[in-house]
């Protein structure tokens, strides 16, 4: 079962690579034109999220596992090297989780909170959340620089990143390891769920309060401009929201898992194992969706993407014509 399963893996990250790279790419370049239909808020902060994703593909999926299954003992597992991956898989996970965060938070105070908006909905604001929230992960993740030590030394070179002992069993460490994880994921996933609540339940009674003012206006046009403005915006929220939830949720549920009934991960049976990565694999692709939820929910986009592929074809056709 478990060679069934390393294989399935081994091809699971290349395709994952693959993909990933070239979609948050895409956004990259697309999303800062400002020809999507999006505001400069918005745009900055799926620009930071497509770049933290694109991060996570190139440090977890590539320097990690498709090193791990495809370029056993490389320079990459030596201690050092290996220690600094680490820390940067950790940081880039953080900020890509909690881009997800700031960027539900945003869109619930621009549609709850009117008197919040003008204040906090601004382009200097969301600047120094996107910049204060990418120095606070990295200084976080840089303590695990601090956790490991070597597996192996070969010709006086150290090789590999197992965890000290220390790590298990001293109290400091047993607490910091807590609040990693309470901050990834657990924090993130409430506050996701709460917000995207509160936004509903707005919506719902502001749709009630402004159809029944509109009812009371004779000839005039049912068609709602304001409501309308306002639904890609939100339609977009939920499916990034909605997607980070679905793709992390395994992932929670482990921890929970593990955490509740006391048992060490190491000692799963085959099946909790391969549950166990599974819950990883899809953590894993919730940085390669966004792109294509762009896509699906926002027209201009796509518009732009045509745009792009057409332009290197007219080159090309007007090269042979001349």
Same mark, same amino acid.
């Given at each position: 079962?478990?060679?069934?399963?390393?294989?399935?893996? !081994?091809?699971?990250?290349?395709?994952?690579?693959?993909?990933?790279?070239?979609?948050?790419?895409?956004?990259?370049?697309?999303?800062?034109?400002?020809?999507?239909?999006?505001?400069?808020?918005?745009?900055?902060?799926?620009?930071?999220?497509?770049?933290?994703?694109?991060? =996570?593909?190139?440090?977890?999926?590539?320097?990690?596992?498709?090193?791990? *299954?495809?370029?056993?003992?490389?320079?990459? /597992?030596?201690?050092?090297?290996?220690? $600094?991956?680490?820390?940067?898989?950790?940081?880039?996970?953080?900020?890509? $989780? @909690?881009?997800?965060?700031?960027?539900?938070?945003?869109?619930?105070?621009?549609?709850?909170?009117?008197?919040?908006?003008?204040?906090?909905?601004? *382009?200097?604001?969301?600047?120094?959340?996107?910049?204060?929230?990418?120095?606070?992960?990295?200084?976080?993740?840089?303590?695990?620089?601090?956790? +490991? %030590?070597?597996?192996?030394?070969?010709?006086?070179?150290?090789?590999?990143?197992?965890?000290?002992?220390?790590?298990?069993? /001293?109290?400091?460490?047993?607490?910091? /390891? @807590?609040?990693?994880?309470?901050?990834?994921?657990?924090?993130?996933?409430?506050?996701?769920?709460?917000?995207?609540?509160?936004?509903?339940? +707005?919506?719902?009674?502001?749709?009630?309060?402004?159809?029944?003012?509109?009812?009371?206006?004779?000839?005039?046009?049912?068609? /709602?401009?304001?409501?309308?403005?306002?639904?890609?915006? =939100?339609?977009?929220?939920?499916?990034?929201?909605?997607?980070?939830?679905?793709?992390?949720?395994?992932?929670?549920?482990?921890?929970?898992?593990?955490?509740?009934?006391?048992?060490?991960?190491?000692?799963?049976?085959?099946?909790? +194992?391969?549950?166990? %990565?599974?819950? *990883?694999?899809?953590?894993?692709?919730?940085?390669?969706?966004?792109?294509?939820?762009?896509? =699906?929910?926002?027209?201009?986009?796509?518009?732009?993407? !045509?745009?792009?592929?057409?332009?290197?074809?007219?080159?090309?056709? !007007?090269?042979? !014509?001349?």
């Amino acid at each position: 079962m478990l060679a069934t399963y390393y294989s399935f893996e !081994k091809i699971f990250y290349l395709i994952l690579a693959v993909i990933g790279v070239p979609g948050n790419l895409l956004a990259i370049v697309i999303l800062p034109r400002g020809k999507c239909g999006l505001s400069k808020n918005v745009t900055r902060y799926l620009l930071a999220m497509a770049t933290s994703d694109l991060l =996570v593909i190139f440090t977890e999926v590539i320097l990690y596992q498709i090193n791990y *299954h495809y370029f056993p003992l490389c320079f990459l /597992d030596i201690t050092p090297v290996c220690s $600094v991956i680490a820390v940067l898989r950790g940081a880039t996970t953080d900020c890509s $989780v @909690w881009f997800t965060v700031t960027f539900s938070f945003d869109r619930f105070v621009a549609i709850c909170c009117q008197k919040l908006k003008t204040k906090y909905c601004t *382009h200097k604001t969301t600047a120094v959340v996107i910049g204060t929230t990418c120095i606070l992960f990295f200084m976080k993740n840089v303590t695990f620089n601090f956790a +490991y %030590e070597p597996g192996e030394i070969f010709d006086n070179v150290a090789w590999f990143c197992y965890p000290k002992s220390s790590y298990f069993n /001293d109290p400091g460490w047993v607490v910091f /390891d @807590w609040f990693d994880t309470v901050l990834t994921p657990l924090l993130p996933f409430t506050l996701i769920l709460l917000l995207n609540a509160l936004t509903v339940r +707005y919506i719902l009674v502001a749709s009630r309060v402004r159809k029944g003012l509109r009812s009371l206006s004779k000839g005039g046009n049912r068609n /709602d401009p304001e409501m309308e403005s306002r639904r890609w915006s =939100v339609i977009l929220l939920f499916t990034i929201s909605g997607s980070f939830i679905l793709l992390w949720l395994m992932y929670v549920v482990d921890f929970l898992y593990y955490t509740i009934t006391g048992i060490d991960p190491s000692d799963y049976s085959d099946t909790l +194992y391969i549950l166990r %990565e599974f819950g *990883h694999m899809l953590r894993n692709v919730n940085c390669c969706t966004n792109t294509f939820i762009y896509g =699906v929910t926002q027209t201009k986009f796509r518009e732009q993407f !045509k745009s792009m592929v057409k332009y290197p074809v007219t080159i090309i056709v !007007k090269l042979f !014509k001349q």
